[in-house]
């Protein structure tokens, strides 16, 4: 064999050593020999990105593509998806290379594949919000005055994402739990929808939908996810094209945080830019600007672990049926070392 080939003989041969320990399947020489030429595979010609409804600042500067283009590498931006639900599913399906999105939804999609190895990869983490960008709201002059009201009551989100998080963290703390009250699943413009017909009692959303909702709706926000929301999620791949394109998952990251260093310095220029592609006024989109955060960071053990503190309590809260262990979604530090650049700490 190539030596070139060799350190990624070795990370297959771990990774399959892993998972037999863990059970998860059985070793056949056959199994080796087609996960080992997997490694070997062509460099794609094209690259999926998946973008939110909610916005996408790579997206937004066409940050990515003339480092593709000087490599011979097509960017197709694919969206946009409603929530981070409907983006993993399209990773799923092979529709999608890389994508960001918030904790839940990796937890959910592993959660709903017992036994089976995550096409769903952690690449590195985004920088918490202060969690002032989510909220469980109610009309102002709704007779809900705290969120202990909310036993019994119409509650519309999308399912599977932060929204589910910040609620069923948010019931605990008053000693209820996600199945005291009515679920209304939506996705989030049309739980934005549902709460503003008042088809439901009480809304739990982020920006920019919650920034729009805030200046031409009279709300109370009844819990922010200060304290709550803490991770504020991830970059993820598609683990074939991540462990057989390690190069253009490296160059990706690079420009995105090179973007995000430079809307934290200056929010306002992102700003503009959502206010002209999300058709918000500009005072909106300053404040949806202001309470994101942009820069990544590398994927911990401390990270791993709150990661695996959000699943454990999913699961004891009976939301997920099974306990899952978020490190059957984490690469090998070789593997990191050949992703991430150098300008992610």
């Given at each position: 064999?190539?030596?070139?080939?060799?350190?990624?003989?070795?990370?297959?041969?771990?990774?399959?050593?892993?998972?037999?320990?863990?059970?998860?399947?059985?070793?056949?020489?056959?199994?080796?020999?087609?996960?080992?030429?997997?490694?070997?595979?062509?460099?794609?010609?094209?690259?999926?990105?998946?973008?939110?409804?909610?916005?996408?600042?790579?997206?937004?500067?066409k940050a990515?593509?003339?480092?593709?283009?000087?490599?011979?590498?097509?960017?197709?931006?694919?969206?946009?998806?409603?929530?981070?639900?409907?983006?993993?599913?399209?990773?799923?399906?092979?529709?999608?290379?890389?994508?960001?999105?918030?904790?839940?939804?990796?937890?959910?999609?592993?959660?709903?594949?017992?036994?089976?190895?995550?096409?769903?990869?952690?690449?590195?983490?985004?920088?918490?919000?202060?969690?002032?960008?989510?909220?469980?709201?109610?009309?102002?002059?709704?007779?809900?005055?705290?969120?202990?009201?909310?036993?019994?009551?119409?509650?519309?989100?999308?399912?599977?994402?932060?929204?589910?998080?910040?609620?069923?963290?948010?019931?605990?703390?008053?000693?209820?739990?996600?199945?005291?009250?009515?679920?209304?699943?939506?996705t989030p413009?049309?739980?934005?929808?549902?709460?503003?017909?008042?088809?439901?009692?009480?809304?739990?959303?982020?920006?920019?939908?919650?920034?729009?909702?805030?200046?031409?709706?009279?709300?109370?926000?009844?819990?922010?996810?200060?304290?709550?929301?803490?991770?504020?999620?991830?970059?993820?791949?598609?683990?074939?094209?991540?462990?057989?394109?390690?190069?253009?998952?490296?160059?990706?990251?690079?420009?995105?945080?090179?973007?995000?260093?430079?809307?934290?310095?200056?929010?306002?220029d992102y700003?503009?830019?959502?206010?002209?592609?999300?058709?918000?006024?500009?005072?909106?989109?300053?404040?949806?600007?202001?309470?994101?955060?942009?820069?990544?960071?590398?994927?911990?053990?401390?990270?791993?672990?709150?990661?695996?503190?959000?699943?454990?309590?999913?699961?004891?809260?009976?939301?997920?049926?099974?306990?899952?262990?978020?490190?059957?979604?984490?690469?090998?530090?070789?593997?990191?070392?050949?992703?991430?650049?150098?300008?992610?700490?």
């Open positions: 064999m190539n030596k070139s080939f060799q350190p990624q003989r070795r990370t297959v041969l771990k990774r399959i050593v892993q998972y037999s320990a863990l059970g998860l399947f059985t070793l056949s020489s056959s199994l080796v020999g087609s996960l080992v030429q997997s490694t070997q595979a062509q460099t794609a010609k094209v690259i999926n990105l998946a973008y939110q409804a909610s916005g996408d600042i790579v997206k937004s500067k990515v593509e003339p480092r593709f283009k000087a490599l011979g590498i097509t960017v197709n931006w694919v969206g946009p998806f409603a929530a981070g639900p409907q983006l993993i599913k399209a990773l799923n399906e092979g529709k999608v290379d890389i994508g960001t999105l918030g904790e839940t939804p990796p937890i959910f999609d592993q959660a709903a594949r017992p036994g089976l190895i995550p096409n769903v990869v952690y690449l590195t983490g985004r920088t918490p919000t202060d969690g002032t960008n989510q909220g469980i709201v109610v009309k102002a002059n709704s007779p809900i005055k705290k969120v202990a009201d909310l036993k019994g009551k119409k509650i519309t989100f999308q399912v599977g994402s932060n929204a589910q998080y910040l609620l069923a963290k948010a019931l605990k703390e008053v000693g209820l739990k996600i199945s005291d009250i009515q679920i209304v699943a939506l413009p049309e739980a934005r929808n549902a709460f503003l017909q008042d088809k439901a009692d009480t809304w739990v959303g982020g920006d920019p939908l919650l920034a729009a909702v805030e200046s031409t709706t009279p709300i109370r926000n009844l819990r922010n996810a200060k304290g709550i929301n803490t991770l504020n999620g991830f970059y993820i791949g598609r683990r074939a094209f991540v462990t057989q394109n390690p190069q253009l998952v490296r160059v990706f990251l690079e420009e995105a945080q090179k973007v995000g260093e430079a809307a934290e310095k200056d929010p306002s700003a503009k830019i959502l206010a002209d592609e999300q058709k918000l006024p500009l005072a909106v989109a300053q404040k949806v600007a202001s309470r994101r955060t942009y820069k990544l960071r590398k994927i911990t053990p401390a990270i791993i672990a709150e990661q695996q503190r959000v699943a454990d309590f999913y699961f004891d809260e009976k939301v997920i049926s099974c306990k899952i262990n978020i490190k059957e979604g984490i690469l090998f530090d070789l593997e990191y070392k050949a992703i991430i650049p150098g300008n992610i700490n």
